[in-house]
């Protein structure tokens, strides 16, 4: 009787403690509006330690597996205000932007906020959180180890 109680309990913590989406089938395909960080597909959530880099707002159309880019407003948002409201990337749309031109005038706890041109588009926002990482400035102690990047 103990032992089979002992059981019991075993699988209510694995079947407790396995997440749900893990265990449903992934969405491979990349559909709608997408982030493209130099030039390569990425999420919001994947900037922890970006400082720099070129971002592109792409829409990708699942059936031809066509990337059409996006005009779009990049801007820097604190606690629910635009921070500049007379930059360049509120007012104008761009086809892509520096990144290291955002996060000069961020602070930790910012928003960057990724907005298609078109309205219609407005379910393709990104928001990019700032955190600390993002500001702190990167030194490269070994150049030498580099080898992808040239020396850069």
């Known amino acids: ?14 079947i407790s403690t ?7 089938p992934k969405n491979t395909t990349n559909n709608g509006i997408s982030l493209l960080l130099n030039g390569k597909l990425t999420k919001p959530e994947n900037f922890v ?22 005009p779009f407003f990049a801007y820097l948002r604190r606690a629910g205000k ?10 104008f749309s761009v086809r892509s932007i520096d990144l290291s031109q955002i996060l000069e005038s961020a602070k ?6 990724i907005e ?3 309205k219609t588009n407005i379910s393709g ?4 959180y700032v955190r600390y990482s993002m500001l702190f400035p990167a030194f490269n102690w070994f150049p030498f180890l580099n080898k992808n990047k040239g020396g850069c």
């Open 49 to 70: 330690h970006v400082r720099n880099g070129r971002l592109t707002l792409i829409e990708i159309n699942s059936k031809s597996g066509t990337r059409t880019g996006l």
């Open 116 to 118: 298609p041109a078109d």
């Open 108 to 113: 930790v706890g910012d928003d960057i906020i």
């Open 18 to 24: 396995v997440s749900i989406s893990d265990a449903l």
């Open 1 to 14: 009787m103990k032992n089979k109680i002992q059981r019991i309990l075993v699988i209510l913590i694995y």
């Open 125 to 128: 926002r990104k928001i990019i």
């Open 82 to 91: 635009i921070v500049d409201v007379n930059a360049y990337t509120h007012n």
